[in-house]
């Protein structure tokens, strides 16, 4: 069983910065792919980025590609998500999602999910 906390969503300002982090539980957490997913008001929930175990490949989607960056540090069982130049359409409720050999953008092959973090851009 692997459980998954977020934190560090807010309110930031367009062209800002947040970094949030996804502390997880479980033994074989060092495993697992990493991902992260978004879900805007009355859209469905999309896929952001992710990060396979070993932490030397990363996979983004193209609206966020530059702006945002994926990271693991396996001895604290933590990913990262640092997001620079944030947009207001970049406002959503962020999921992190754990899976064991995930297709990447496939939110149904993560198995544990978190319970989501709010960021808000203004404009």
């Known amino acids: 069983q692997v459980q998954l906390v977020e934190s560090g969503g807010g309110l930031v300002q367009a062209g800002g910065s947040l970094r949030l982090s996804c502390a997880a539980s479980g033994r074989t957490v060092p495993l697992y792919t990493m991902g992260w997913f978004r879900q805007a008001p009355g859209k469905e929930r999309e896929f952001v980025a992710a990060i396979r175990w070993s932490g030397d490949s990363t996979f983004y989607a193209d609206s966020v590609k530059g702006r945002f960056t994926i990271s693991r540090d396996n001895a604290k069982s933590t990913v990262y998500m640092q997001m620079n130049s944030l947009k207001p359409e970049d406002t959503a409720v962020y999921y992190c999602?754990?899976?064991?050999?995930?297709?990447?953008?496939?939110?149904?092959?993560?198995?544990?999910w978190g319970q989501g973090t709010q960021v808000t851009v203004s404009s």
């Open positions: 999602a754990a899976g064991r050999n995930p297709m990447i953008k496939v939110e149904s092959q993560y198995s544990y």
